[in-house]
């Protein structure tokens, strides 16, 4: 067995407050195909390094199971249990027919009829911002679309919004101090949102609505409806996967594109680049670190002997950093092909299980990006900005920015 010589990279937490360490996770993907490593949690984890053996992994569900979470932690029995209703957490068949539930509202098809709500909160996101010449881009920028668009599609009041936002920060960010104090405030917040949401089910159920919510208390899975409990879990689900995501993805674009003034400047000349901006940004600053899947055998994987039980933790950052998937892997590059970056990148995951929003991911930052760039101008960042301290989202908390109206 290959165990981590010298340090943990993904246990040490300070390792992270300026964003995902990727040098180090270089150094170990090019010296180990897979590496174990000891932790205080649960007396280890694999760390799959490499794109062949994570394709490998994550494409059998039956062996590397989702039942136990994506997460490095483990979840505390009876929060797991609930969980377990989240389509995350299933493995097929079942994980099938909870997907389709909510699938058809992602499809890249479906998206053209959202564009008008979509662009109508870009620009009033804007509006809010633009006379005054510097904004905190995180909070007053690059979260409200994200927000604003699943919120909408839940048929969410604004006046809930605070409320969700605290907890979906809580639980993803939970490594963090300054949003709760360990793990375990991050799965009580979990359970209060799992909680909130069974209400907003029963309220709904009295008097639907025309929204998602109430298109999936109707339907029928597997010959039923949903309970309102297993209706929290799906809506638990939906709200976290496509908000943080999304916003930590565009606070890194303007981030780097201030730190590359010479692609900022082709962007800005040439708009038509935006998507191809968007996927770069994408490859070079996935947000979600890893995912993680659980042995349900005894197996040979990858040269090493795998025991039923062990956590496997499959790193995407490290496949987007790959020499052997990227040419220039570390350099930001709004000039490589699309297509080919979208094909070959890892960051919306891979398998039954990859991520069902990246369409409506990938619409957002456009039209963002597409909005600031056609009425800001001469960005910079006014202060050193501020990362979470998580091995598992890379974003910031603060990136105070000033600009210019064009
Ligand atoms: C840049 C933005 C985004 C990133 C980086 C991202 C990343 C990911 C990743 C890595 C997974 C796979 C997790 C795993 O295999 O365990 C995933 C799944 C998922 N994502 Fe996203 N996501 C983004 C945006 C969104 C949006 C906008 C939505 C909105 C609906 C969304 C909803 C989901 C859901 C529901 C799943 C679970 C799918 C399943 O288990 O079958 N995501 N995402």
Redesign the pocket.
Known sequence: MTTCPFHQPLLDLDNFTHGTPREAIADLRRQHRMLWQDDALNGGHWLVLHKADIETL?RDPATFS?SFG?LLEDFPPELLEMQRQ???F?DPPR?RSR?AL?DY??RKDVLDARKPMMQAKVAEIIDGIIDRGECEFVSEVAMHL?VH??FTLLGIQKSDYDFLVRAINTMTLANDPDYAGDRAEGFAASASLVAWAAQFAAKRRKAPGDDLTSELLRAEVDGRQLSDEEFAVVFQ??II???E??R??LSWLIYELIQHPGQLARLQADPALVPAAVEEI?RYR???VY??RTAMRDVAFAGENIRQGDKMICL?ASVNRDPEVFERPDEFDISRDPDLTRRNM?????????????H??RL??EMMMQEILSRMDSFRLLAEPVHFRSNFMDGFKQLRIGFERR
């Open positions: 994550l989702s994506p989240a389509m995350t299933m994980h997907r909510v509202a992602f994200p668009v699943i689900g939906i996967g496509g908000t995501t999304t930590n993805t994408l996935n947000t979600v995912t993680r995407l890892r960051t919306f995951g891979f398998g039954v299980h990859a991520c069902l929003g990246q409506q991911a957002n930052l």
